[in-house]
């Protein structure tokens, strides 16, 4: 699966590439990069006016209320040298210390207009470069977080520098803004909407779109893909680390043992002790003197116990390990590709025939036979009737999803009943469980072997 989560990658990075190119060639007349220093700057320049006419005024409103008249020149200049002197940034249009409020009032209205005319045009290209960078960011972390938030906020942002052209070029038209370089953006748009569909596909609106919508496909296979693998490699990956953990306690284990017995045999040999004495002897050395020590037996039993029921599950069940780790019911890759290939197909044949066919009305109403004087009027291209043909396919998306919300409610239910009664069975057997077991007494479950029985006659004497 990993292989084809990278597959996928890749294409996703090179669609989201092109559509990037698409999109900065489009704007290729306002990539200043000089803009963004520019606008930064002019803001805290502005900023710093603001805040030096207000302290002059504070200043003069202070002098004025202790002595009863208006600050001298000596003064106001005085006390605005001081200030420039401590300002960080210098005001915008400030270059020297005023003499007089007046002056400093005249100053800032005069350098209101300058300002906005410089921030008309590198507000909205400031703007751009944000989204751009906003939108390589989201990609970078679609690619490494695997969400499908970041794939739709990276579309939205390298889709959003376009709107925002759109709406810059609407404020230009209407006289709202006078930056008449914000208005010289070429966006792809349908003037007249083409007839031939060969026309249609090979036109600048339409390449944009499909460019942006392959993005979005293999970005959102590559999240499934993502998803239905990843869980099943990390399950094999936790697997094999506990089997190999499992044998590798097991034949430190058995070394342990090996060397014990060789010690104790000729311990034995010596003293004539019988076969348990190894055992009398650990507890003499209070190395099995505490309560501990039987449960930490108990722990080794159970641990070859484990290893010798893998080893012959996994000779009687050569599947055995693809059931454990379910890479079993897991699509095959052969599978997820060639589903990914036929279902993209499909999605990008129905995505271009329907925005043909519902995005040129003559072609869908010659199917009606409606009279020449219908078919070849005026309002048949307007927007509104595209809008008209539009509305019921947009519709039918959400009253299919609501279909199969009901339906999926209902068996939701019925499940989540069958699981309560269940339950609820379960809950009553459990008392009379409890007093069988109280009179009978609880039966282990495992039988001791005979390790197990020799270590309970030592402990008992």
């Not at 889709?159 to 810059?168: H, K, N, R, T």
């Not at 104790?264 to 076969?275: C, H, K, P």
């Not at 039993?301 to 080893?311: H, K, Y």
């Not at 996994?314 to 060639?338: C, D, F, Q, R």
Request: proline share 4%; aromatic share 12%; hydrophobic share 50%.
């Amino acid at each position: 699966m990993k292989t084809v989560t990278w597959i996928l990658r890749i294409l996703s990075t090179l669609a989201f590439i092109a559509m990037c190119w698409i999109v900065y060639n489009i704007m290729s007349g306002l990539w200043d990069w000089d803009a963004p220093y520019v606008f930064i700057v002019t803001v805290f320049r502005l900023i710093s006016m603001v805040l030096f006419f207000v302290a002059s005024i504070v200043m003069s409103g202070l002098v004025a209320g202790v002595t009863g008249s208006q600050p001298g020149p000596l003064i106001v200049g005085l006390y605005n040298t001081l200030v420039l002197r401590g300002w960080y940034l210098q005001p915008f249009g400030v270059s020297g210390p005023f003499t007089s409020v007046e002056a400093v009032f005249q100053n800032f209205i005069g350098n209101l207009l300058s300002i906005w005319q410089i921030l008309q045009v590198n507000t909205f290209i400031f703007i751009y470069f944000l989204f751009a960078a906003l939108g390589v960011a989201l990609f970078l972390q679609s690619m490494v977080r695997m969400n499908h938030k970041f794939v739709g906020g990276s579309f939205l942002a390298i889709q959003g520098i376009l709107v925002i052209s759109a709406f810059a070029e609407f404020l230009v038209s209407r006289g709202i803004i006078t930056a008449p370089i914000l208005a010289t953006v070429d966006i792809p748009n349908f003037e007249i909407f083409p007839t031939d569909i060969f026309v249609f596909l090979t036109s600048s609106p339409q390449i944009l779109a499909v460019v942006s919508f392959a993005y979005l496909e293999f970005s959102y296979q590559m999240l499934y893909s993502d998803s239905v693998g990843k869980p099943v490699e990390e399950r094999e990956e936790t697997l094999k680390k506990q089997l190999l953990a499992l044998r590798q306690e097991t034949k430190k284990q058995d070394a342990i043992e090996r060397d014990e017995k060789l010690r104790t045999t000729g311990m034995s040999r010596v003293s004539g002790a019988t076969a348990f004495s190894f055992l009398r002897e650990a507890i003499e050395r209070k190395v099995l003197g505490r309560k501990d020590a039987i449960e930490n037996l108990d722990v080794i039993s159970d641990v070859r116990r484990l290893q010798i029921f893998v080893d012959q599950l996994l000779k009687s069940n050569p599947e055995a390990k693809n059931n454990l780790t379910a890479s079993a019911a897991a699509p095959s890759e052969s599978y997820v590709i060639g589903s990914t290939i036929l279902g993209s197909a499909i999605r990008f044949a129905g995505v271009i025939t329907l925005s043909f066919v519902f995005m040129n009305p003559a072609f869908f109403i010659s199917f009606f036979k409606l009279p020449p004087g219908i078919q070849n009027s005026v309002e048949i291209a307007q927007p509104e009737l595209v809008v008209f043909f539009l509305l019921p396919i947009l519709l039918l998306f959400p009253l299919a999803a609501m279909i199969i919300v009901l339906f999926t409610k209902e068996e939701i239910s019925a499940v989540e009943e069958q699981k309560e009664m269940t339950r609820e069975s379960m809950i009553q057997k459990i008392p009379k469980r409890k007093r069988r077991d109280a009179k009978s007494g609880r039966e282990s479950e495992v039988e001791g072997d005979e390790w197990d029985q020799a270590l309970e006659k030592e402990f008992k004497r």
